[in-house]
């Protein structure tokens, strides 16, 4: 069973770029999540998405977006890029059930991320 | 919202020795506790994780312990190899459906040979 895929694994912005980062589940997972990585602050959560519906949202600005896709697939957007969203960000799959889940259904399964580094 | 603190942020142990990573959590709510584990140029991979009604768990050489009352739960790795050493996170999550976990700041095992 293929893991969570990442792409690019690398990218180098200048500040006021904007960037697309895509995200591919592993198959039958219906939740993706993305957090940022620095080495200051950890992972902070950005958002998450289920059935193509974004259902929590972390305290980053607006100039981070994300959407998901019919197949689950994801897409995280950030604009005018600031030399402090320069990151590690990953991506993190699960089946994501609502309520009281089962354990399986909150298992995250992260990809290998995407380095961002802005100029 | 959910705060956890996580202590040490460095350790270094000699091989065959015992870690000990201890996290707190702050909303009493959270009910799902994984441990993950990242290797460099890699993300986090989960290595064990408890849920409120369960006070201890094991596999293998790692082990998960939870104190509810206190908000406490620890990663305990024993017989330490090279290979574990890496970044270690601790992490909570309320039971809402919503998959929003919040990550400790990380220990960085280092294990000698």
């Known amino acids: 069973k293929a893991g969570v895929t990442q792409t690019p694994r690398y990218l180098i912005k200048t500040r006021g770029q904007q960037v697309t980062l895509s995200c591919s589940p592993i198959s039958g997972h219906r939740s993706v999540s993305w957090y940022q990585q620095t080495p200051g602050q950890g992972l902070q959560f950005l958002f998450e998405?289920?059935?193509?519906?974004?259902?929590n949202k972390g305290n980053f600005p607006g100039r981070f977006s994300g959407r998901q896709f019919s197949n689950s697939r994801s897409e995280m957007n950030v604009s005018t890029l600031e030399l402090g969203d320069s990151a590690l960000y990953l991506c993190?799959?699960?089946?994501?059930?609502?309520?009281?889940?089962?354990?399986?259904?909150?298992?995250?399964?992260f990809g290998s991320g995407t380095q961002l580094s802005v100029l | 919202g959910e705060n956890v603190e996580q202590h040490p942020s460095t350790l270094s142990v000699q091989e065959g020795d015992s870690a000990v990573i201890k996290c707190t959590y702050s909303d009493s709510a959270s009910n799902y506790f994984p441990w993950y584990k990242q290797e460099l140029g890699k993300g986090p991979q989960l290595i064990i994780d408890i849920r409120s009604n369960v006070g201890e768990k094991k596999d293998q050489r790692i082990a998960v312990t939870l104190n509810k009352t206190a908000k406490h739960f620890s990663l305990h790795i024993t017989e330490t190899q090279p290979e574990d050493s890496a970044v270690y996170f601790c992490a909570a999550k309320d039971s809402g459906g919503y998959q929003k976990v919040t990550f400790g700041i990380g220990t960085k095992l280092q294990v000698i040979p």
């Open positions: 998405y289920f059935s193509e519906t974004q259902r």
């Open positions: 993190a799959s699960s089946f994501g059930g609502t309520g009281w889940s089962s354990v399986a259904n909150e298992k995250l399964f």
